[in-house]
């Protein structure tokens, strides 16, 4: 295969597959490998044929994910609304730490640009929450 056909190849593949990368104890690992090579089967084809019935096992809505898989388009956006609260969740602790740390300074610190720092740490957080609530 040539330079152009691997770049072809690469540039599809980065488009179309996401890398999955598991830490299994060495024993399993060289097992499994030599059970696909005995079996003739990819690995990759195995993990995938395993994380698609685990899909379909535990969505709640288990029509929708067959027809998604076999669509060939699944769809993320469940996982990115999950993974958008997830960060809510962080950036609403950081901004409780920063009022936090607001209400315990000392007056006398109040007027200062440590202060004014906080508080503009505080609007940016709420503003960047604001914005994951209302994209997702």
């Known amino acids: 295969m040539g330079k152009t056909s691997n770049a072809s190849k ?19 690992a060289s097992a499994f490998k ?7 089967t990819s690995m990759a084809k195995v993990i995938s044929d395993f994380m698609k019935s685990y899909c379909s096992k535990h969505d709640p809505s288990p029509t929708k994910t067959a027809a998604v898989w076999h669509s060939g ?7 990115r609304r999950r993974e958008a609260a997830k960060i809510a969740r962080h950036l609403e602790d950081m901004r409780d730490a920063e009022e936090d740390y607001m209400a315990r300074m000392p007056e ?7 202060y004014d720092s906080a ?7 709420t503003d960047a ?3 994951l609530e209302a994209a997702y």
């Open 10 to 28: 690469q540039k599809w593949n980065a488009a179309n597959y996401t890398q999955v990368k598991v830490s299994v104890p060495t024993e399993l």
């Open 34 to 40: 030599s059970v696909c090579f005995s079996a003739d």
């Open 108 to 114: 006398n610190l109040q007027g200062s640009s440590r």
């Open 119 to 125: 508080e503009q740490s505080v609007e940016s957080l």
């Open 73 to 79: 388009n699944i769809s993320t956006r469940p996982l």
């Open 129 to 131: 929450i604001a914005a």
